[in-house]
T-cell receptor
Framework: GAVVSQHPSWVICKSGTSVKIECRSL??????MFWYRQFPKQSLMLMAT?????????EQGVEKDKFLINHASLTLSTLTVTSAHPEDSSFYIC???????????FGQGTRLTVV | DQQVKQNSPSLSVQEGRISILNCDYT??????FLWYKKYPAEGPTFLIS?????DKNEDGRFTVFLNKSAKHLSLHIVPSQPGDSAVYFC??????????FGQGTRLTINP
């Protein structure tokens, strides 16, 4: 099977600081990765599509200057939450698709708490 | 605009019986549908999928049915087991790579 590793699994940070979340595809190459956000008892909302070697595509309403996405290689995408506020506290999940496959594999998720 | 809807936020089923989770969609361009299982504080785990050219796909205890005319799909789990207790999300894709998720249904299997 395909494994997607997300790190860290949880993080607590102070308001105004930045937090970086990593998403790695361990046994396959992912030209495209996706970042989702899940509020309690709600669906997974797509934030952005991360493309290797190019700029991410953000969904409507998502601040690209606040949620910085870098897809540095075929196996790594990072999401940086800049100048975090308490309302950014959420569960962030990445996913990746193998080339030629429509199945998406998800990371374990990152619980971000901003205090 | 919620393009994928799971109208039942929760479902309780007795162990050994059949669990049926439902999902409706509005976008006729969706051509691929997936079901994911999710435990708290974890990422979703892929369960089963179906292409729009099929109306049924079966994998072990899991069967997904697709009714394109009604824009409806369902996931059947039989027999239900306690380990099946989780939140189930249906998702749809229109050929682009991104998925649109429903709100999820919390399934509880009672012993």
């Amino acid at each position: 099977g395909a494994v997607v590793s997300q790190h860290p699994s949880w993080v607590i940070c102070k308001s105004g600081t930045s937090v970086k979340i990593e998403c790695r595809s361990l046994d396959f190459q992912a030209t495209t990765m996706f970042w989702y956000r899940q509020f309690p008892k709600q669906s997974l909302m797509l934030m952005a599509t991360s493309n290797e070697g190019s700029k991410a595509t953000y969904e409507q309403g998502v601040e690209k200057d606040k949620f910085l996405i870098n897809h540095a290689s075929l196996t790594l995408s990072t999401l940086t939450v800049t100048s975090a506020h308490p309302e950014d506290s959420s569960f962030y999940i990445c996913s990746a698709r193998k080339q030629g496959s429509t199945e998406a594999f998800f990371g374990q998720g990152t619980r971000l708490t901003v205090v | 605009d919620q393009q994928v809807k799971q109208n039942s936020p929760s479902l309780s089923v007795q162990e050994g019986r059949i669990s049926i989770l439902n999902c409706d969609y509005t976008n006729s361009m969706f051509d691929y549908f997936l079901w994911y299982k999710k435990y708290p504080a974890e990422g979703p785990t892929f369960l089963i999928s179906i292409s729009s050219i099929k109306d049924k796909n079966e994998d072990g205890r899991f069967t997904v049915f697709l009714n394109k005319s009604a824009k409806h799909l369902s996931l059947h789990i039989v027999p239900s087991q306690p380990g099946d207790s989780a939140v189930y999300f249906c998702a749809a894709s229109d050929g682009a790579q991104k998925l649109v998720f429903g709100q999820g249904t919390r399934l509880t299997i009672n012993p």
